[in-house]
């Protein structure tokens, strides 16, 4: 990402979150750094307030899981589908199916 993408990632993690801009910014730098390359487009989406493209790992995707949970909570769905990126498709799924509860 580009250091303008980052700034909007940062403000758009503000702006959901209602995290100071420090906060924002480290949780938006994490966010990057263990982003799956291929979900880069889903966090350059999200950051601009775009739709989100169905961008499968497994069975799942961020919109699916983000409708399941019936929340916004992008930057906990991103680090279950980097769980499901790195095979721990077990813990993925509890994450999934218990967020749901």
């Known amino acids: 990402m580009k250091n303008r993408d980052v700034t909007q990632l ?33 966090l350059e989406e999200w950051a601009k307030g775009q739709k989100l493209t169905d961008i499968y790992i497994g069975q799942y995707s961020l919109p699916m899981i983000l409708a399941i949970w019936k929340n916004r909570d992008f930057l906990k769905a991103m680090e279950v589908m980097t769980e499901l990126d790195k095979g721990n498709t077990g813990i993925a799924e509890l994450k999934i199916w218990n967020m749901r509860r």
């Open 10 to 42: 940062t403000d758009r993690i503000r702006l959901e979150y209602g995290f100071t801009q420090e906060v924002a910014q480290d949780r938006a730098m994490q966010a990057l750094e263990n982003c799956p390359p291929a979900l880069t487009q889903n």
